[in-house]
């Protein structure tokens, strides 16, 4: 039935996501052109506030939870893992006073109402995956705004989207380029659950009535780890909340 109702509603759900893109897309630029960083972050987080709740066309639930007094005097490394395409809005979203920033592929800073101007703006990495020296480069940079300005990042450590749900192996490169810059970054778990069921049929028909849920975990000092330890330690606490085991 969620399949069958995908058919039907998948075409509502897409128009109202375009257009949210289309509409924002000009807004960014000019909160940016005429306003600067502030004014354009705050237009960020509106969009996808609306981004985020799209998911109401396709009768799917969100949930977002956090326990924890998470500091924003001090940066951030947010490491989660990957289902879909819809996992982000919703961590920019709920993860606005951290100003989380992302590691994206640099063809995505182009072509994209909304996303491409705001990976181009935002002060995220955008990095060339067939130049490992610039995709370095590209990272430390950030790590370094990070350091600057408290910002965070959100990487996804399996490197790739779990288009099954089942947890791929977390390395740990990115965790450890951003704290060689930023070494004094607090490492926080996000898992993410079933989010992969709305794309479980690809692009169309996406899938109705599921539950979505993001649930931040025990933060990692990472002082006196390496960041083997820390990537080891994020991994297993997102495996205990999706009960999946290192096979």
């Known amino acids: ?54 998911q109401i066309f396709l009768f799917n639930s969100i949930s977002f939870k956090n326990d924890y007094n998470l500091p924003t005097d001090r940066p951030i490394i947010f490491a989660a893992n990957h289902q879909s395409m819809y996992d982000i809005p919703s961590l920019i979203w709920y993860l606005r006073k951290h100003h ?65 749900g089942q947890l791929k192996t977390f390395q740990f490169g990115g965790i450890a380029t951003l704290l ?25 028909p996406l899938t109705t009535g599921h539950a979505l849920r993001w649930t931040v975990l025990k933060p990692i000092d990472p002082a006196g780890k390496t960041p083997n330890d820390i990537t080891f330690e994020v991994e297993t606490q997102i495996r205990k909340v999706l009960n999946q085991t290192i096979s």
């Open 100 to 164: 989380a920033k992302f590691i994206s592929k640099i063809e995505l800073t182009r072509g994209i109402p909304s996303i491409s101007i705001n990976l181009r703006l935002g002060g995220g990495a955008n990095i060339n995956r067939k130049d490992n020296k610039q995709a370095i480069s590209e990272i430390i940079k950030l790590g370094r705004r990070m350091q600057e300005n408290n910002w965070s990042t959100v990487i996804f450590p399996e490197g790739t989207r779990a288009k099954d």
């Open 1 to 54: 039935m969620s399949k069958f109702f995908g058919y039907i509603f998948s075409p509502i759900f897409y128009i109202f996501f375009g257009l949210t893109l289309c509409i924002f897309h000009p807004i960014q630029w000019i909160c940016f052109k005429f306003f600067g960083y502030k004014a354009h972050k705050v237009s960020v987080d509106v969009l996808n506030f609306f981004l985020t709740y799209c």
């Open 180 to 204: 060689k810059a930023a070494p004094n970054a607090l490492v926080v778990p996000v898992a993410i659950e079933n989010s992969w069921k709305i794309v479980r049929f690809g692009m169309y």
